[in-house]
């Protein structure tokens, strides 16, 4: 079993900075993540991929947030991390971290992002 802790959700006017962290966590033996990313949950609508990144460092980005976002992991310390600049009203959603181990999806609780003046 797989845990996904994220942090550093919160409101933040249009235009500014967040940084999103999730920390995995599995008890007993040591454990190999395929995939890990993040994926959002605006109110009414369905949860949407927002970024992924391999275990080699292979990037996905929702063509909504190109250029504006940046995923990184670090392998050893089984992390992931979105840094999110320029955000918009559109950004405003509960967002998950998201890991595939060997076939398993897991999946954070989730934290909000509140973009609003």
């Known amino acids: 079993q797989v845990q996904l802790v994220e942090s550093g959700g919160g409101l933040v006017q249009p235009g500014g900075s967040l940084r999103l962290s999730c920390a995995a966590s599995?008890?007993?033996?040591?454990?190999?993540?395929?995939?890990m990313g993040w994926y959002r949950q605006a109110p009414g609508k369905e949860r949407e991929l927002v970024a992924s990144?391999?275990?080699?460092?292979?990037?996905n980005y929702a063509d909504s947030v190109k250029d504006r976002f940046t995923i990184s992991r670090d392998n050893a310390k089984n992390t992931v991390t979105l840094e999110m600049n320029s955000l918009k009203s559109d950004d405003t959603a509960v967002y998950y971290c998201?890991?595939?181990?060997?076939?398993?999806?897991?999946w954070g609780k989730g934290t909000q992002v509140t973009v609003s003046s």
């Open positions: 998201h890991a595939l181990v060997f076939g398993m999806n897991y």
């Open positions: 599995a008890s007993g033996s040591i454990f190999s993540i395929n995939v």
């Open positions: 990144i391999t275990k080699s460092g292979s990037t």
